[in-house]
DNA sequence: GTCTATAAATCGATAGAC
DNA sequence: GTCTATCGATTTATAGAC
């Protein structure tokens, strides 16, 4: 092995360690105070060496958008891969997302919750962004969902289609095929995921639902099911 | 009009200029950041003169919460209030929400993005984070809300009921009645208000539904309309 | 590639004169 | 009730020795 790929090995060892203590000062202050300084600190170097891995405060905050993204959906992929059935595959993913944001809040805030004033994401987070609907838009291909929404039909509804344009360019480009309603009742149905989630982890639902585990788990369970229905899958 | 009665009326307006300064700080720099001191600054008073006003950073930060939910919610009380019909009612609530968080993007994350890290809010919020909430309920109770909900009938259904307790402790305090699907429907579509208005404001939803402000507010509105569907409305 | 030292700021909060 | 002064801490980022 040359020096260099020993060097190599050495900076990316270095880069993990550096995002994992990163990732463990988030659950304490916030992504808008995550302090390179702190990070170098608590890792025994002085401030100034780290800045050889990470360029400034956005990189490292980069770096640690980006695994979110992907660990997040390398977890609901593994848990969506263990069934083929269409129904399961949207409650493995639903009830995955929301375990993973369960365990990992912080970095389910990071990338969900309120921008961090200041930080302009770069084109490195959209990919890995866009694992998990995809993962909703193969399941809507697969069954050819063709969702009868009432409110499809009124003037609302034909209203609504060349605001669709964008998805169904994504669309074009992931392969995949639906009509108009199936396309909007997809993005509602991601867009509610998200939001429960949040909702229950930014502590909007105390004295709503009951606070228990159980309780929450079971009312985001009924909410899975009531979009399953709409989507007809 | 008394000595402390030209007091008080200082003291007012001072606070409301301090509350006015803070919340055009907010534009800037995100809660977590929002420095007492430079409000003072921005106010030509010194720092340490603020103190007799706001004891502390997290006391501005409920008086800048508290400020939000309840202009919020006066602004939506107005909207809803210019029709009696259930469904405008609604879809009132609903726009109405939207509009408010579109003008004060800042103020919308305050109440409903991530946590501000350190700060546990007081009791004093809840009443304000209410209001809006209970108009909804109001709906449901005029229009006595039976939903029929495939869901409902399942063993998910039935495992829901215990986690709706506190729903319905509070459907008690406000001398309204639902059935248990009518509650579940209500805080799903509640949900789903705050996370799609949060989706838009957070830029979830860049690449996937047209950027135009007409698009943004159709899709919104389609969503709203199948959200009234669900709930009978 | 890690270190010390440093620049030029910021912050919350308090003490005490007036 | 407003001021100056201060404490004790923080930060991003760079310069330059080794």
Redesign the pocket.
């Known amino acids: 092995m040359s020096a260099t790929g020993i ?1 190599a090995r ?2 990316a060892a ?1 880069l993990e360690a550096i995002t994992e203590t990163a990732n463990r000062q988030l659950t304490q202050v916030g992504p808008s ?6 990070v ?2 608590e890792l ?10 990470v ?4 990189e490292l905050l980069t770096l640690l958008i980006v695994s979110a993204y992907d660990e997040m959906a390398g977890d609901v992929e593994r848990a969506a891969a263990r069934t083929r059935d269409p129904h399961k595959r949207w409650m493995a993913i639903g009830l995955g997302s929301r375990e993973w944001a369960l365990a990992q809040p912080q970095r389910f805030a990071l990338i969900y919750g309120s921008p961090v004033p200041g930080y302009a994401a770069p084109q490195d987070t959209i990919g890995p962004a866009t694992r998990i609907p995809a993962l909703l838009t193969g399941i809507l291909q697969e069954v050819g969902a063709q969702p009868q929404v009432p409110a499809f039909t009124s003037r609302v509804g034909r209203s609504l289609q060349p605001a669709l344009n964008d998805v169904e360019q994504w669309a074009g480009l992931t392969q995949t095929r639906f009509n108009d309603a199936a396309l909007a009742l997809g993005v509602m149905a991601w867009t509610h995921m998200i939001g429960s989630i949040s909702s229950e982890l930014f502590g909007h639902r105390h004295n709503v639902v009951g606070d228990s585990l159980a309780d929450r788990r079971a009312y985001y369970q009924f909410e899975l099911q009531v979009l399953a229905g709409l989507l007809g899958i």
Chains 1, 2 share one sequence.
């Open positions: 060097r050495n900076r270095l105070e995550l302090s390179v300084r702190a170098a600190r025994g170097m002085a401030s100034s060496a780290i800045y050889r891995y360029s400034s405060r956005d």
